[in-house]
T-cell receptor, first 109, second 112 residues
Framework: AQSVAQPEDQVNVAEGNPLTVKCTYSVSGNPYLFWYVQYPNRGLQFLLKYITGDNLVKGSYGFEAEFNKSQTSFHLKKPSALVSDSALYFCSCGNQFYFGTGTSLTVIP | DVKVTQSSRYLVKRTGEKVFLECVQDMDHENMFWYRQDPGLGLRLIYFSYDVKMKEKGDIPEGYSVSREKKERFSLILESASTNQTSMYLC???????????FGQGTRLTVV
């Protein structure tokens, strides 16, 4: 069975500070991991994915994610948060069958 | 750019009505998905299709059916709408098994 978990429902960070949104996975075999962002009343937009290769994956809008096999984690990061980054973030694994419950990110001006 | 279009942004239906949610993609993707999104539960897969006339149940298929007569169109059908089907419904499409999905803008369905 495959699953992902997002342990934090809500993350608050000050503008300009680094942000981290956490995701852990449970996948047999090679994990294929994805991050998506959802703005209010919109569908999800793809940010980045890990298939194989470098553990640090770079994506859209300055986001990156670190794959850690020993900790079974795939945390989303950004060095300097913007107010416009405030949104709902989802991680996903496998063939997009499984999504986390989402983390609401609020960047405080 | 890939475009996934859902026929309605907002719908209000009465209990017991038959409801059709339509989704069209313009990039010749083989795979299409229907999810529902509820606060605290994330996205849950209702049905998916990997080819025309093919369908597979997801985690929560009860009370729903789907139709895929053409590659670009994937319809979700609520046979007899109930209030517990009030939700945001999201359609998505993608190509191969490890590629990212492209989502429609969502349909917020309210059943009264």
């Amino acid at each position: 069975a495959q699953s992902v978990a997002q342990p934090e429902d809500q993350v608050n960070v000050a503008e300009g500070n680094p942000l981290t949104v956490k995701c852990t996975y449970s996948v047999s075999g090679n994990p294929y991991l994805f991050w998506y962002v959802q703005y209010p009343n919109r569908g999800l937009q793809f940010l980045l994915k890990y298939i194989t290769g470098d553990n640090l994956v770079k994506g859209s809008y300055g986001f990156e994610a670190e794959f850690n096999k020993s900790q079974t984690s795939f945390h989303l990061k950004k060095p300097s948060a913007l107010v416009s980054d405030s949104a709902l973030y989802f991680c996903s694994c496998g063939n997009q069958f499984y999504f986390g419950t989402g983390t609401s990110l609020t960047v405080i001006p | 750019d890939v475009k996934v279009t859902q026929s309605s942004r907002y719908l209000v239906k009465r209990t017991g009505e038959k409801v059709f949610l339509e989704c069209v993609q313009d990039m010749d993707h083989e795979n299409m998905f229907w999810y529902r999104q509820d606060p605290g539960l994330g996205l849950r897969l209702i049905y998916f299709s990997y080819d025309v006339k093919m369908k597979e149940k997801g985690d929560i298929p009860e009370g729903y059916s789907v139709s895929r007569e053409k590659k670009e169109r994937f319809s979700l059908i609520l046979e007899s709408a109930s209030t517990n089907q009030t939700s945001m419904y999201l359609c998505a499409s993608k190509t191969g098994p490890n590629t990212e999905a492209f989502f429609g803008q969502g349909t917020r369905l309210t059943v009264v």
